[in-house]
């Protein structure tokens, strides 16, 4: 390889293609992390050179090009195997300054920034081939709308407002519109010039005070093993893009249509980035979407854990050291569908709940299983048969959930339930049930009704769980209690959790008076937490209400909740720690048919 630092003039002045491979990422940098800094750095170099001291050279970072063949009538051309977010967004200022020239009525200066965003060649058919840079297949509607835009008011008609563009990853033309607006504020600013000279001072910095370090490869090196090791400026590589110029390099290697597997395999991960790229919470951290994907498709490959620091490295030895990347492709393609579906299940249908109240739990070790299951669901399941699925995992979590069982062994448990469903060359529900039933001991066990039972009247549910999950308890029984005959209350609020008898109850709830006070104290502490005293208010109630008399509570309750869960309080003329448990008992049956478990004469 050979290593050179130029100057933008020298890297843009002549007549050259930097081309970006469809398989790498698309434009990403952003204005707090990138755009912002790149600008601060430009300005204090041209400030120096404005105010008449030596401007010394200021180094932009490093790129990284591979040598492309071309036909003797083309361009000659590189393949930018790093750093092209960087010489995207050079383009993308220098073209903003170019349309500032052409507002200010200088030609020359527009020329100029013109010689180094354009290639000249009349002869050249292709008109894409006059763009210096040409970005991946994603980008290149926006790029070549914004370098041919002309104004910045043409560009902000590409993308709307800029929160709307930003939140459509049209990363291109808000960039163009940062540079415009932060490029005219400091030329109209003068520092004692005029725009016009203001912006020549801008153009000569540009062009003799601003370096890239250029790393040209040859046909020696390896261009993907130099591509693996090096980083973009403050956005590093998902695991998922490394994935994906892997492939590629890999398909392009073997003679394949990369092309075609792009159109076919990839092409949706790039488009809807707001899906793929949005950043969810997976424990503690919070990671996009796409590498949470491949980490629960990898786990599901591969059989065992995958960390998700090692995405990329778990990738390639699973792929092993001949990989048929379209096989692969295919495979991504298929349960990136099948997950994607995860998120879009019709609301109110038992499908949805499912994954919402999966969601609450944060319970994603299942994932992986879920993904086969569904992708098996394609072939051969009734949509009754998965839902007789789902109610039974759904049902194995919440009742271990409510009995405060661990979830340290999740993992091995439901990648050994998928080698048991593997064995049997079947995934339906009695092969999954069966599994379930079988299995002992505190990490594993499916707890029996005689156990949900005790545990739902006895544990303090509103400080055991997060108040979300104590929520998602109360709001499945309110669904559940739903008959034909009852009004459907859509509710758009979020409901609050609210006590019947209240935690302040000194007042107006005294103690049994038939009881020894310490043992009406203990009685009346362990059941004030639990479900039988909690249900859901789409207000808070004022706390004088909260903590008055019965009576008047629930009269409060009734006039303002039209819940079916409150609905049954109107029966009981007194609130206590019997009327508490007579609640749990009527609640619990109906948690028991939301989340059933066969008997063992059953299993």
Not at 143 to 170: D, N, W
Not at 456 to 485: F, I, P, Q
Request: hydrophobic share 40%; proline share 4%.
């Amino acid at each position: 390889m050979k290593a050179d630092s130029l100057s933008v003039r020298q890297l843009f002045v002549q007549d050259r293609r930097y081309l970006v491979p469809l398989f790498q990422r698309p434009y990403v940098w952003e204005e707090t992390g990138q755009w912002q800094p790149l600008w601060e750095d430009i300005i204090k170099v041209a400030e120096r050179r404005r105010d008449g001291n030596a401007a010394k050279p200021h180094f932009l970072g490093a790129v990284v090009l591979d040598q492309i063949r071309t036909v003797s009538s083309s361009f000659d051309a590189r393949q930018i195997i790093d750093g092209q977010q960087r010489l995207t967004t050079l383009q993308i200022l220098l073209v903003a300054l170019r349309d500032l020239a052409c507002q200010l009525g200088d030609s020359d200066l527009e020329r100029a920034f013109e010689r180094l965003t354009r290639n000249e060649d009349p002869l050249n058919k292709d008109p894409d081939a006059v763009f210096k840079v040409w970005p991946t297949n994603v980008d290149r509607q926006h790029f070549r709308a914004v370098m041919t835009a002309g104004s910045h008011e043409a560009v902000e008609g590409i993308c709307g407002s800029p929160s709307e563009g930003t939140q459509s990853g049209l990363r291109i033309p808000q960039a163009y519109l940062f540079f415009h607006r932060a490029a005219k504020v400091w030329i109209e600013d003068g520092g004692g010039k005029k725009p016009v000279e203001h912006l020549t001072v801008l153009l000569k910095t540009l062009l003799e005070s601003l370096l890239v370090v250029v790393i040209d490869l040859d046909e020696s090196d390896n261009a993907q093993v130099i591509f693996e090791s090096l980083n973009a400026r403050g956005t590093p590589l998902l695991p998922a893009d490394l994935v994906k110029n892997f492939l590629f390099h890999t398909a392009e290697l073997g003679g394949k249509n990369i092309e075609s597997l792009y159109e076919t395999y990839w092409k949706p991960f790039d488009l809807d980035r707001k899906f793929w790229r949005a950043e969810v919470r997976q424990g503690r951290l919070r990671r996009p979407r796409l590498d949470t994907f491949f980490q629960h498709y990898l786990t599901l490959k591969t059989k065992d854990e995958v960390l998700s620091d090692h995405l990329y490295t778990t990738f390639k030895e699973y792929a092993g050291p001949r990989p048929d990347a379209a096989s692969h492709l295919e495979s991504l393609r298929d349960y990136s569908l099948v997950y994607r579906s995860f998120f879009e299940q019709e609301p109110g249908s038992r499908e949805r709940f499912f994954f919402e109240r999966l969601e609450l739990m944060e319970t994603t070790t299942v994932v992986p299983l879920l993904l086969e299951i569904f992708k098996q669901a394609e072939k051969q399941t009734s949509r009754a048969e998965l839902r007789k699925i789902l109610v039974d995992l759904e049902s194995f979590l919440v009742r271990r959930m409510v009995c405060q069982l661990t979830t340290k062994n999740y993992n091995r448990l439901f990648l050994d339930l998928l080698s048991f469903l593997r064995q049997r060359n079947s995934f339906g529900s009695e092969d999954i049930r069966a599994f379930l039933v079988q299995q002992e001991g505190e990490s594993t066990r499916w707890p029996t009704d005689t156990e949900f039972q005790e545990a739902w009247l006895t544990v303090a549910a509103y400080r055991a769980l997060v108040r979300r999950r104590v929520r998602m308890l109360l709001e499945a029984l309110n669904l559940a209690l739903y008959s034909d005959k009852t009004e459907q209350v859509q509710i758009n609020k979020t409901l609050t959790v609210e006590h019947l008898l209240p935690r302040s109850w000194e007042t107006h709830w005294p103690l049994s008076e038939q009881e020894d006070e310490s043992q009406a104290r203990n009685r009346r502490s362990t059941l004030l937490h639990t479900i039988g005293n909690l249900t859901l208010l789409t207000h808070s109630l004022n706390p004088a209400v909260s903590n008055g008399p019965w009576p008047k509570k629930r009269t409060q309750i009734l006039k303002h909740s039209a819940l079916n869960l409150n609905r049954p309080l109107e029966e009981y003329d007194e609130w206590d720690e019997d009327a508490i448990l007579k609640r749990g008992r009527a609640l619990f049956r109906v948690a028991k048919k939301i989340w059933p478990r066969p008997t063992d004469n059953e299993s």
